[in-house]
């Protein structure tokens, strides 16, 4: 059996999103939260579909928003409190709260910084170095601050309704610390995988 080509692969990937998408919104927990949390999914599918032809990210990269999307989904559908895995992991680790909102902010950094990083090289702005990795994370630092700015917003005006949305938990951190995982995540990406995305991009060039 062949393997599927790179852009059956993204093709797949869409449909997977788009019917994840659905289920998620037969009966979430809270349907403004639902709205709320898949906003950014609804945004970047038409977007990358209508970019896709005259600029193409690497398959990394279109993993990497596959996989945030997901995650965002799945905290919709629930609300990121309630999230079952989550729960499991508290026990696991013997945590006071349910931490799958801080796997959300970790790829909140991980997927927009390995974005920026490529579209700052293949539209040779930045070139490879100290200085490409310094612009990328404030990129991550300046989305995920925008973020959080857009919780509080929420929170002003929906005051008691928008707690499922900002999921703090009672922690009175949590936008700090969400912007730590969003930093982390976006360190992470670059240290671990700005190598295998520079082959990719290679190929693509080809």
């Known amino acids: 059996m062949k393997l ?3 852009n059956q692969r993204h093709l797949l990937m869409l449909i997977l999103t788009i019917i994840t998408l659905i289920v998620s919104g ?11 949390e898949i906003a950014p999914v609804l945004i970047a599918i038409p977007l990358l579909w209508f970019t896709y032809h005259r600029f193409q990210f690497s398959h990394l990269v279109y993993w990497c928003i596959f996989l945030h999307a997901l995650i965002l989904i799945v905290g ?3 609300s990121y409190a309630r999230v079952p895995a989550g729960f499991v992991v508290q026990d696991w680790l013997d945590l006071t709260r349910n931490p799958y909102d801080k796997l959300g902010h ?3 950094g991980f997927a927009p910084a390995l974005i920026a990083r490529e579209i700052l090289l293949r539209n040779k702005i930045l070139q490879k170095g100290k200085m490409l ?3 990328v ?6 989305i995920s601050a925008t973020y959080e700015l857009l919780e509080w917003a929420a ?4 005051g008691q309704g928008a707690d499922e949305f900002l999921g703090t938990q009672g922690d009175e951190w949590d936008s700090q610390s969400d912007m730590f995982l969003a930093l982390i ?10 190598r295998l995305q520079n082959k990719q991009i290679e190929k693509l060039k080809l």
């Open 106 to 108: 970790f790829f909140q």
């Open 4 to 6: 599927l080509s790179l």
């Open 185 to 194: 995540g976006a360190v992470c990406a670059l240290i671990f995988f700005s």
């Open 137 to 142: 994370i404030c990129i991550v630092l300046a």
């Open 76 to 78: 919709g559908a629930y």
């Open 133 to 135: 990795m310094f612009i």
């Open 26 to 36: 037969i009966k979430p927990y809270d349907r403004p939260t639902w709205i709320m």
């Open 155 to 158: 929170a002003i005006s929906m």
